[in-house]
């Protein structure tokens, strides 16, 4: 699945608009977060591969995720985070909208490099991956929806975090993610392999193997909405 949601649907911001001046004023605001510990989780966030993902969702489900016991979420992760990434290039390439750090001053969190700079802001590729591992693992573990779509937004809020994606970006990724999952529902090789995944969360969440409660108390305050006074 390639399929992009719609350009009617996420139109990005023009420079000299009312949303293009909120985006660039929140970038300005949450250059104050350097340091922090929201600082440091946007770092961790910069990373996609699949095992990640596992890692992060873990405190959200209430279960140590791993490669060994939840290999078909992996996969699953793997082919479907790259059905999100590339809907929203597609987008990308039409919008051709610049990253934030190019308009104002201020420190990201990760390094500037040549590709990161020639690359496009609109809509976010890594919030529509961390959109579509949300739903993906909410399907899977309903009861704690809450706790997981907190954490696929908080994802891609940490590019904005970062400094390296606009807010309006994190916000189309979001929409962006929602139809390629909703075009998946009708894909039978998707729900095969959502049912043999379901077993081995439920196997998993019965094995008792909980992360370590302390860390997940911290990560769930870092993960609440971002609010930029």
Not at 73 to 91: C, E, F, K, P, V
Not at 164 to 185: C, D, F, I, K, P
Request: aromatic share 8%.
């Amino acid at each position: 699945i390639t399929a992009w949601y719609g350009l009617n649907r996420i139109i990005a911001p023009k420079e000299g608009e009312a949303r293009n001046t909120l985006d660039w004023e929140i970038f300005r605001k949450t250059r104050a977060l350097e340091g922090t510990d929201r600082w440091a989780l946007a770092q961790a966030d910069n990373s996609y591969r699949p095992d990640y993902l596992l890692t992060a969702f873990s405190c959200s489900v209430g279960v140590t995720l791993t490669p060994e016991n939840s290999p078909t979420l992996m996969s699953i992760l793997s082919r479907t985070t790259m059905d999100a990434g590339l809907a929203a290039q597609g987008a990308k390439e039409f919008y051709r909208r610049t990253r934030p750090f190019l308009h104002n001053e201020g420190d990201i969190c990760i390094d500037r490099t040549d590709g990161l700079s020639a690359s496009f802001d609109y809509p976010s590729g890594h919030a529509s991956l961390g959109w579509m591992s949300g739903l993906v693992i909410a399907q899977l573990a309903p009861d704690r929806a809450s706790q997981i779509l907190a954490r696929g937004r908080a994802y891609g809020e940490s590019r904005v975090v970062c400094g390296v994606h606009n807010m309006s970006a994190v916000e189309a990724g979001r929409t962006n993610a929602a139809g390629v999952y909703a075009a998946l529902q009708g894909t039978p090789a998707f729900l095969e392999m959502m049912t043999t995944a379901r077993h081995e969360m439920d196997a998993a969440r019965a094995s008792g193997a909980a992360p370590d409660a302390a860390a997940c108390a911290r990560e769930a305050d870092l993960v609440k909405p971002l609010v930029v006074d």
